[in-house]
């Protein structure tokens, strides 16, 4: 073997937060946290992840679009997105939101 190693990462969906699409409606963001480590490298510690925000709808496009370029891959179900009613767990927009407003005072 030649030695070569890969790039590793890590993906996680840790919270999401209340935003407002282009028109002002309000709507759940999805904060994606990754983090790469590069060849050789056995310490993430320090680092901290990048992240951006992502829609559930984008979630489901970006499967749509890998399901079709790798069929044999994305027959599996548990690769596909939960319903998006599964995130709704916690009640309708009114309870998350009086959630988010708690949850933020913890750190007030």
């Known amino acids: 073997m030649s030695g070569h190693h890969s790039w590793r990462y890590t993906v996680n969906v840790p919270l999401w937060i209340l935003g407002k699409d282009p028109e002002g409606e309000q709507v759940a963001l999805y904060r994606v946290n990754v983090l790469l480590q590069p060849p050789d490298s056995t310490d993430l510690s320090t680092k901290p992840p990048f992240f951006v925000l992502r829609r559930y709808s984008q979630f489901r496009q970006l499967h ?17 997105p939960p319903p998006k009613h599964a995130f709704a767990a916690l009640g309708g927009a009114t309870q998350q939101k009086e959630l988010l407003d708690r949850y933020g005072g913890l750190f007030s």
């Open 64 to 80: 749509t679009e890998l399901k079709a370029q790798f069929p044999e891959q994305f027959k599996d179900r548990a690769l596909a």
